[in-house]
Every structure is written in C-alpha cells, then in structure tokens.
C-alpha cells in the first residue's frame, strides 16, 4: 500500500542507447525536459524494483527485455524539495535522496508515455539532452554517461549494438 505521502527516496533513470543517444520526457505539469524520475512506493521497495516499476510507468519499456542492461550507477543526490512540492511529503520532511541508474539500449526505441506525468519523448545525443534538462542532478548525470558506459564495456555489461538498418 502506498504511504499517506510520498516517501523522500527517488530514483533518476538515464535511458541511453549504445551511441549516446539519451531518452528525454517533457513533463505535464513544468513542461521541462528530464529523464525518468520517480519516488519509492514503499520501505521495503529497492531502488532497483523502483527504477524498474517508474521506467515501465512512464515510458512502457520493460527494463528485463532482452539486449537492454539497467545499472545501478552507484551514486546517490541529496537535495533540497521545491517548497511547491512539500505538501506531498510528511510534515518537515524537506530533503530528498535520490539514486543514479542508467538504462541501456540497443537501439532508439518507441515509448509509450503515461499521458498523467508526459506530454512528449525525444532522443537526443548525450551532450544536447544535458543541456535540455532542468533538473542539475539529471544535467550531471548525463554528463557522466561516456564514463558510465565505459564502466559498462569493462564489465561486459554493454547491451549488443544494433544491426544496420538499409
């Protein structure tokens, strides 16, 4: 069951294809640009089983399909919460945690939006979808891509590329 208010525990979700290329979603009430973002349900929900639950919310991708590899970037923002958005957490709470995961696909693919939290999608290379989002932790952690997905081929981890298109 979902608690009364929204627990200050989120995720971001870079959603990126092996060639940089970075999913962005305008948002219905600001209308800016971000990646997938999202609070925890509940205590007892990991990060990961967030990240997983929000990408297939908001952008209907399934984040265990073959060729894609979700990573838990290992890193962790703490920021202030836009005093507009206080009410919907617990009295004082006033601070958010949120964890970095990136999403990587194969190829460009077609998202299904919520029609509730975006208005539209695009894909952008790394470099421009920085400079198109507002959220300075989503800016930040698209910056870190080239090194993330460096991280991803050390490991194996990267998702097979796509074949050519005639």
Avoid: C
């Avoid at 208010?5 to 305008?26: A, C, F, G």
């Avoid at 399909?65 to 006033?94: K, S």
């Amino acid at each position: 069951m979902k608690p009364v208010y929204k627990l200050p525990q989120s995720v971001l979700v870079v959603i990126h294809t092996v060639d940089q290329q970075v999913l962005l979603l305008r948002r219905v009430d600001l209308g800016s640009w971000q990646s997938v973002t999202g609070s925890k349900d509940h205590d007892a929900e990991t990060y990961a089983q967030t990240a997983a639950r929000e990408v297939a919310e908001e952008t209907g991708l399934d984040v265990h399909t073959p060729g894609f590899a979700l990573r838990d970037w290992g890193l962790e923002n703490i920021y202030d919460i836009y005093p507009q958005y206080w009410p919907r957490y617990a009295p004082g709470v006033r601070r958010n945690t949120e964890h970095v995961f990136g999403l990587r696909l194969p190829h460009v693919v077609p998202i299904v939006l919520s029609p509730t939290e975006h208005t539209e999608y695009r894909w952008l290379p790394w470099l421009h979808a920085a400079d198109e989002v507002f959220s300075p932790s989503n800016a930040e952690a698209i910056l870190m891509l080239p090194h993330q997905t460096a991280l991803d081929d050390q490991a194996g981890l990267s998702a097979p590329k796509a074949k050519a298109r005639r």
